[in-house]
Structure formats: C-alpha cells, structure tokens
C-alpha cells in the first residue's frame, strides 16, 4: 500500500514546485489529490454495500471540511513565502499561530469524526481511514516542506 500511496503523492507534485500558487493552481492540485485518496481508500478498506451506502456521502462531507483546513493552510505558506527572507519576530509569531490553529482544527476535525465513521464502517476500518489519511498527509506536508525554503536561506546563498 506504501509504493502505490507514495507513487501517487509523487505523480501528484511531479510537475510542481511548491512555490507562491494561485487559487485556481490550488483548486486543480486538490481535486487531483482528493481523486486519488478516494480511489486509495477504496482500493484498501473494503466495505459492504451497505457500509458504503454510509460511509461515502459522510466521507464526502468529510473532505468538504478537510479541503478548507488545507486552504487555510495553504494560505499561511504562502504568506510564508511572501515574507520569509525578511520576517520579523512579530510576523514569525502570527505564523505560527495560525499553524497550531490549524493544526488543531484538522485533529478537532479528525476527533469529531471518528465517532461517525466507526458507526459507519466499524472501528478498525476507521481506524484503518485515519492511518490512510494520516500516511497521505504527512507525505504531502514532507514534500510542500522540501520545496519551501528556510528562514533566509536565500540570504545565505547569497554570500
């Protein structure tokens, strides 16, 4: 399950460098990626017809959710990347506020929806959603990290 997650995150980002992105770029990155999770848990938790009946349209709502966490940290990258060479301790705060905020509000997501997806699917196929998706994030954020530079790094290759 590993390759076959880590081959579609890499075809994902192929072509990208994580650099200031548009709304639309990022509309378009997102959809591809909420595509391929949706094919990853189908291929990997498999369920009766009649928990499929009730697991899609919440896992579904459950995205809807989730993309606007990722928006909202998209939108600290790249505020991030409009300032990194020259933050200030002020600005480095705020940004790491909004990170742990938004940290906080994908695992407030996540708890709040254990519950719904264990009456769904049964404990260990929720559990076994939140391993997929945990996997599938984390690879993600690894791969946005690599590509974004340090705190003046910029400043330093330049001397």
Known sequence: MKSIIITVIAVLFATTTFAQVSSEDLAVYQA???KQKAELVKK???????QSQVFWP???????????ISNAR???INDYLKQYDTLTDVEAAKLA???FSNDHDFTNLQKS???KFTDAIGGVNALKFYQLENYVREIVRLRIQD???FIGEINNKKK
């Open 97 to 99: 506020d909004r990170t």
């Open 74 to 76: 998209a939108a600290i």
């Open 58 to 68: 919440l896992y579904e709502t459950y995205e809807s959710k989730e993309l606007t």
């Open 113 to 115: 929806y254990f519950k």
């Open 147 to 149: 590509e974004i530079p």
């Open 44 to 50: 990997n938790i498999k369920l009766s017809q009649a």
């Open 32 to 34: 591809k990626l909420q």
